[in-house]
């Protein structure tokens, strides 16, 4: 098969000083009710990469033998990707959707892991001075400059594009330009409670099925950009545009 790949984003693996993160929404503001209660909880230091992995790095995997991803199609020896309105050539440089079945093999594959709900509370809301923020690059409302979400773009970008929405670490769009899968499974927070209005809403996928994602896609309006919120799926579910990060422990 004649693939043809242009230059890709260079990784890179910021360090994460050991700290505590909040995790959940504040008792008083909205919120669904598997984000409640909130908690503090301390974080081991930790390494991680600074992009989400690209399709141009899944592709080495695919390469090795990996099944290529749900977004994928391969048409006369090169590789396309299904976009919302129209197929392109597989843009390399933009995060890789995939399952978290297919993340996590990847990680392994690579000899890393997959970040944690609290890593991703850390790296993403943290300071290196104990500080927490709203969003990773302050407490500004989101605009265009941050990243990639709120209906800007249809698809996905490139993942270093939007150097204004990196943390205070440096790690970059870890709000929007994909959903990131996290190992950590769908469980109540302490303290849950269901809303008796919904009462099944979250309590319904506490069995250790599910996965927790966190950060939000391109198609994620602003509300749900606020920190405490939780996404939910399967780990073979292929129609979500999801990606992922790497961490070393």
Known sequence: MRIVV???????????????????QEAGKF??????????????????SKYKVTNGEYL???????????????????????????ESPLPVNAPVFV?????????????????TEAQFHRAAFG?????????PWGDAVPEIVHGNFDFHWWDAIDVDRNPAGDSAFGVSQLVGNG???????????????PFPFYAGYSKNFFDQEHYVLKGGSQRTARCFLRRSFRNWFRPDYPYVYAGFRLVEN
């Open 6 to 24: 242009t230059a890709r984003v260079a990784g890179r693996m910021i360090t994460i000083p050991a700290g505590g993160a909040t995790l959940g």
């Open 31 to 48: 919120g669904w009710d598997n984000e409640f209660d909130q908690h503090r909880v301390t974080v081991p230091a930790f390494t991680v």
């Open 60 to 86: 080495e995997f695919v390469r090795a033998g990996a099944r290529p991803p749900h977004f994928w199609f391969d048409r006369n020896g090169e590789w396309f990707y299904k976009g919302m309105f129209a």
């Open 99 to 115: 399952t978290y079945a297919e993340a996590a093999a990847y990680a392994s594959w690579a000899g890393r892991a997959l970040l």
């Open 127 to 135: 300071t290196p001075g104990g500080e927490e923020r709203d969003y």
């Open 179 to 193: 959903w990131e899968w996290t190992s950590t499974p769908f469980a109540p927070f302490p303290g849950f409670q």
